[in-house]
Every structure is written in C-alpha cells, then in structure tokens.
C-alpha cells in the first residue's frame, strides 16, 4: 500500500510543488512589497494625477494572484481527473490493473493522493490570502469570538471526508463511461452522468438535512457578536449536529461511490 501511494505521490508532484510556491510568492510580494510601500508612503495618486507605480504593482500582482487561485483549483481538479482516465484506461491501464495489489487498495491509494493534493490546494490558498491580510492572526480574527475548536475540528474533519467523496464520485463517473454501456461520446455521457449524480445526491442529502439546515438558518438570522454565551452555545450546538449530519452523509455516499466503482473496474471496464 505505502509503495502504492509513494508512486502516486510522485506522478507529477512537481507541477503542484511549482504551483503552490507561486501562490506563496506572490501573496509574499504583495504583501511586504507593493502594499507595504503603499502604507509607508501613503501615495495612491502620483503627483500627475495618476496612479503611483507602487499601486499599480499592488493590482497587478493581485491579478496574478487571483488568477493563481483560479487557476490552481482548475489545474488540480483536471489533473486528478487526467491521471486517473490515464493510469486506468489508457495504454497504462494494462499494466496497473495486472499489479499484484487488490482493487481495493488501487482505488483506496489514487483517492488518498488525489485528495491530498486537492486539501493542500485550499490550505496553500488559505495560507497565502493569510499572508497578504494585515490583521493580526488570533483565534478571535479567523474564528471569531465564540470560537468553538470542537465545532471547528469536527468541520475540518468533514471537508476532509467529503474531498474524498467528491473525489471517489469522479473516479467512479469515469470509471462508468469506460464500461460496455457507453461506446462514444464519453465526455458527454461522463457531464450528463455527473449531473445525474449530483442531483440525486442533493435531493437525498436535503430529505435527511432539511431540518437541520433549517434551524441553523433561522437561529442564525438572531445571532450576533454580542449575543450571549448561552445564546451562542446553543447556536453552535446546532451547527454540531448539522455538521455531525453532513459528515454521516458523505461518509455515506464515499462508500456508495467506492463500492460501485470497484465493481465496475472489476466486471464492466473495457480499456481503450
């Protein structure tokens, strides 16, 4: 399994590597470069009348940022796709699918890695925007003042298990157009297949959620900062249990996905 995941790892870790020092340089430069100068001198408007070099570097390299951050999030989501169809269904798929490794742990491995990168996507995004804000970086700052690390701990818990969810519907969409049932237009059927999906997923995980999602919006509306502890507590009590929700229900629909998508790369694939 570790040899598994060591060489998805290193299929093309570089690009990402490349890609994330980017992010992080350029929110460095924005913010003890240009912006910095900004604040020093305190000049938006040159003597001319128009805009100083420092801000016009200041919005250019925000640009470049801006398009980094979209970028990246592309750039990952088409990679993980890319390598999966490639790996499994192309002239590599002979050779990964005769590895003397179960299916299981084939499909287990590219999820893991596939994820890993996609998380440290948004952590590197989360980093670099941290970077360039001048505010001090307190609990209180980035979670506010009724900061519960249960709650929070819980939440991070389920975003990680729903990037595997996500990722593990994916693989199984594209897993589904290389079966006997499609024959062409696979990008077609994959988009239709995926929207298929996800609006099945959506009306099942409303039926279940609905409630919850319910009280949280309303309570919500009353919740202020200076609401009181109590108040606050129960606030977050509801936001527990929803989030308690969602991480159930992604769990459940990861291992709908995984098991579907084994059996069809065990008895319905047909490689190109």
Request: glycine fraction near 6%; charge should be neutral.
């Amino acid at each position: 399994m570790m040899k598994l995941l060591k060489y998805e790892i290193r299929r093309g870790y570089e690009q990402y590597i490349i890609l994330f020092i980017a992010m992080l340089v350029v929110a460095v430069l924005v913010r003890f470069g240009s912006f910095s100068k900004i604040m020093e001198d305190g000049a938006v408007i040159s003597a001319d009348g128009s805009l100083s070099i420092p801000v016009i570097a200041a919005i250019i390299l925000v640009m470049i940022y801006g398009l980094l951050v979209f970028g990246s999030v592309i750039f990952v989501g088409l990679q993980i796709l890319r390598n999966f169809n490639t790996s499994m269904f192309k002239s590599q798929g002979y050779l990964t699918l005769t590895l003397p490794v179960s299916t299981s742990k084939l499909l287990i491995s590219k999820t893991l890695v596939a994820s890993l990168w996609f998380g440290l996507t948004v952590l590197v995004i989360f980093v670099s925007s941290v970077v360039m804000i001048d505010i001090p970086l307190t609990w209180e700052n980035v979670f506010g003042t009724h900061f519960d690390m249960g709650l929070l701990l819980l939440g991070i818990f389920e975003f990680m298990v729903g990037v595997l969810q996500t990722v593990l519907c994916a693989y199984m969409i594209i897993t589904f157009v290389h079966t006997k049932y499609i024959k062409g237009h696979r990008i077609l059927a994959a988009i239709i297949a995926y929207i298929v999906v996800s609006i099945v997923q959506m009306g099942v995980t409303y039926i279940f959620q609905s409630d919850l999602i319910h009280q949280a919006s309303l309570f919500g509306m009353s919740v202020t900062t200076s609401s009181t502890t109590e108040t606050m507590d129960l606030y977050n009590d509801i936001l527990l249990k929803d989030t308690a929700m969602q991480l159930a229900i992604a769990t459940a629909w990861g291992a709908i996905y995984f098991f579907v998508c084994k059996y069809l790369l065990q008895r319905k694939i047909e490689l190109d």
